[in-house]
């Protein structure tokens, strides 16, 4: 990167994202209300709503759906927080991502193909595929 990143405002950035990872709903929805982009993305572009959903907590991802944060928001690898979650086996991320709109074929590999590829055959009939 040719500019230089303010070390405060860097700081900031990584104590956010660890609140995904820690599945802070509240200090979340507080940061994302006072003004931080609810599609804040890491240097691999994970979201925060990624974030939370990888490390299983529903409730962050919840909130920041609510707070208009992209359910299908790929990151840099063409991963969707929906296919973690199947990946990862969180079902209660799952039904949260797809309340707040999360498309089951978005994303490389998809949540359906995520889902073929471990036999979570009540997966595929949630998410209405053969």
Do not use: C, W
């Not at 950035?13 to 929805?29: P, V």
């Not at 925060?48 to 990151?75: F, K, P, Q, S, T």
Request: charged share 25%; glycine share 10%; hydrophobic share 50%.
């Amino acid at each position: 990167m040719s500019e230089d990143l303010d070390p405060e405002v860097v700081e900031l950035a990584s104590k956010i994202f660890e609140l995904a990872r820690q599945g802070d709903a509240e200090a979340l929805a507080a940061y994302v209300d006072a003004g931080v982009p609810a599609n804040l993305t890491n240097d691999r572009g994970d979201s925060l709503v990624m974030l939370a959903a990888y490390h299983g907590h529903a409730e962050a991802v919840a909130a920041l759906l609510a707070r208009g944060a992209e359910a299908d928001r790929a990151n840099d690898r063409g991963q969707t927080p929906l296919a973690g979650a199947v990946f990862k086996g969180e079902d209660a991320v799952i039904k949260a991502l797809l309340a707040g709109g999360a498309d089951p074929s978005a994303g490389t590999p998809s949540a359906v193909d995520t889902a073929r590829m471990f036999g979570k055959a009540e997966l595929l009939a949630l998410f209405g595929a053969n």
